[in-house]
């Protein structure tokens, strides 16, 4: 199962900064958080990870809590081609092989 | 264009047939993860290899079954076919055995069943 907790769908404006935010309460220390997108059955994109620093890429921006429960992808300037599926997946990088568990996601849509 | 080549992109089939879906990873990439996606259970994960070995298992049925070549092509075997085996079925391939997270995913395969 998900560990994660995202809400199902979200719109936000052209031009706007579209905040998606994920719960995930019970991160253990190894696991980093990652942020996947699905453009209307594309195949999943990659978009940005953390552990527990913020971080920051030419796509995104991830902001992590101190306490880990909870990260938000900020996307700075939404375009109508963010629309998408927004997944939030925590991850044991110390584990050999271990698979991307997908949950439901966020549908973001933006609108102009 | 993620570099990870699925084929073939669209396939009609009957109930009680058997497919086979390809899937080219990335050069240089050596594990491959096979996911399905259906409308009603989103993106699933099915099975993992790396240069040529299972290293996971998710939700696979037994009537599926995969491998992956010495090329490190990989494939994907459906049986027995159900209406309910009707999916888009992804291709992800990343570099190495204790990967970073970063999936390369195809443009996936997609399933009827009638």
């Known amino acids: 199962d998900a560990k994660t907790t995202q809400p199902p769908s979200m719109d936000c404006a052209e031009g706007r900064a579209a905040n998606l935010p994920c719960n995930h309460s019970?991160?253990?220390?190894?696991?980093?958080v990652y942020w996947y997108r699905q453009i209307h059955s594309q195949g999943p994109q990659y978009i940005i990870h953390g552990l527990k620093n913020n971080e920051t890429n030419e796509m995104a921006s991830l902001i992590i809590t101190e306490d880990r429960k909870s990260s938000t992808l900020i996307l700075p300037h939404a375009t109508l081609r963010d629309t998408a599926v927004y997944y939030c997946i925590v991850r044991d990088n110390n584990q050999a092989g271990t698979a991307l568990i997908f949950g439901k996601g966020t549908t973001l849509s933006v609108s102009s | 264009d993620s570099g990870v080549t699925q084929t073939p992109k669209h396939l009609i089939t009957a109930t009680g047939q058997r497919v086979t879906l390809r899937c080219s990873p990335r050069?240089?990439?050596?594990?491959v993860y096979w996911y399905q996606q259906s409308l009603d259970q989103g993106l699933q994960f099915l099975i993992q290899?790396?240069?040529?070995?299972?290293?996971a298992k998710g939700n696979i049925l037994e009537r599926f079954s995969a491998q992956q070549f010495p090329d490190l092509h990989s494939e994907l075997n459906l049986s027995s076919l159900e209406l309910g085996d009707s999916a888009l079925y992804f291709c992800?391939?990343?570099?190495?055995?204790?990967?970073?997270?970063?999936?390369?995913f195809g443009e996936g395969s997609r399933l009827t069943v009638l």
């Open positions: 050069s240089g990439d050596l594990s």
């Open positions: 290899y790396y240069n040529g070995e299972e290293r």
């Open positions: 019970t991160i253990s220390g190894n696991e980093y």
């Open positions: 992800a391939s990343s570099q190495t055995r204790t990967n970073t997270g970063e999936l390369f």
